[in-house]
């Protein structure tokens, strides 16, 4: 936008510009959900779904797509599909798909329970806080919407999400901040990973990944990407080899920056676009980079995570698993940032061919 703002004089109502918009879905999968339309006003645009713990679903830069979103498109929040493999019969994809509270990875059980896929967040409906929208004719250029989710029971554990998401008119770049709260009376088990989903036309053969960091293939006997042999960080065609459940991912110890920030992300040349995603290692200590190149369900997914998806049960063995006490917080950064002009993209890759 122009930094002498005399188009303000040409604006009669923000919408003009952008602005969050709620709005309930009336059909499919999602019918009755409450949904945020956020508009930046700089070209990017994406869909909260508020009904599924504010995670983000589509998102769009100008005329390309930027997210996966998995053939069931947007489905209403099922509270109770938290058994085996259930979470996979709601899995939006989407932008961010948030995981946890308790438990990120497979099914698992042992004497403190049984948890499902990726526990149960990303299916709990968010108690709007605040919606606060911009308003440039008095220079507040910022807007965010915010909203509580809990998860757990009575006579059990009690865990609270406060989630903010920040953007700011002209800027291309989605803020979010989660605090996670134990409520309850009694310590908390506490994992938290966000699933980033990243589609077609962004993600294409060709598309460049970019993150830095000690790796090791989540099943090291059988990878066929992620091997020293293979060019992982660039994009394939659709694989045969990925049809049904064909999939693989590496587990990251992620290098920093000098303050100890995790940058990541990826670059589609021919679109001249570019998506980068930073966090705190401090925060969250761990990545996970998800590819799986099926015809027809092509995506990839990068995840940071306080564990990589490992399971309650193998991140309490390793001593890795986080226990909030009562009254105890943790608090959780994660940008994601779209670029398209030429030199903050070649910035973005000279950052990792530093290392």
């Known amino acids: 936008m122009d930094s002498d703002n005399k188009w303000l004089d040409k604006v009669s109502h923000r919408s003009q510009i952008g602005e969050i918009e709620t709005a309930r879905l009336d059909n499919g999968h999602g019918s009755g959900t409450r949904i945020a339309w956020v508009n ?21 830069f100008n005329a390309h797509n930027l997210s996966w979103i998995s053939a069931l498109g947007m489905v209403s929040p099922q509270p109770l599909a938290d058994k085996g493999t259930d979470w996979l019969r709601t899995f939006t994809g989407g932008l961010v798909t948030t995981c946890g509270l308790t438990h990120v990875g497979g099914p698992d059980r042992d004497h403190s329970g049984e ?3 990726h526990d149960r967040i990303s299916n709990i409906p968010a108690e709007i806080i605040q919606i606060k929208q911009p308003d440039p004719h008095r220079g507040q250029w910022d807007m965010e919407i915010s909203g509580r989710i809990f998860q757990g029971q009575p006579l059990g554990y009690q865990l609270e999400l406060i989630r903010t998401i920040r953007c700011r008119l002209g800027e291309s770049t989605i803020r979010i901040n989660d605090q996670v709260r134990n409520i309850g009376n009694t310590p908390a088990p506490h994992m938290l990973l966000y699933h980033l989903n990243f589609g077609w036309p962004f993600i294409d053969s060709g598309t460049h990944l970019f ?10 006997d059988i990878a066929q990407l992620f091997t020293d042999q293979h060019d992982f960080r660039t994009c394939p065609e659709p694989m045969e080899s990925h049809r049904g459940a064909g999939e693989e991912a590496a587990f990251i110890n992620p290098q920093t920056d ?13 679109l001249a676009l570019a998506v980068h995603v930073s966090f705190p290692k401090k925060q969250l ?5 998800w590819q799986h190149w099926g015809p027809g369900e092509y995506v990839m997914g990068l995840e940071p995570g306080t564990n990589p998806p490992i399971g309650q049960i193998k991140a309490r063995a390793n ?4 226990e909030l006490k009562p009254h105890e917080s943790r608090s959780y950064d994660l940008s994601i940032a779209v670029i398209t002009e030429s030199s903050a993209i070649e910035h973005f890759i000279r ?5």
């Open 40 to 60: 930046t006003g700089s070209g990017l645009r994406f869909k909260v779904a508020i009904d599924r713990a504010m995670d983000i679903t589509e998102a769009s």
């Open 115 to 117: 948890r499902g896929l």
């Open 211 to 220: 993150w830095n960091g000690d790796w090791t293939s989540r099943e090291p």
């Open 258 to 270: 000098e303050n100890g920030i995790v940058h990541c992300g990826a670059h589609n040349e021919k």
């Open 285 to 289: 200590p761990w990545l996970t980079n």
């Open 319 to 322: 001593n890795q698993l986080i």
């Open 351 to 355: 950052r990792f061919n530093k290392n």
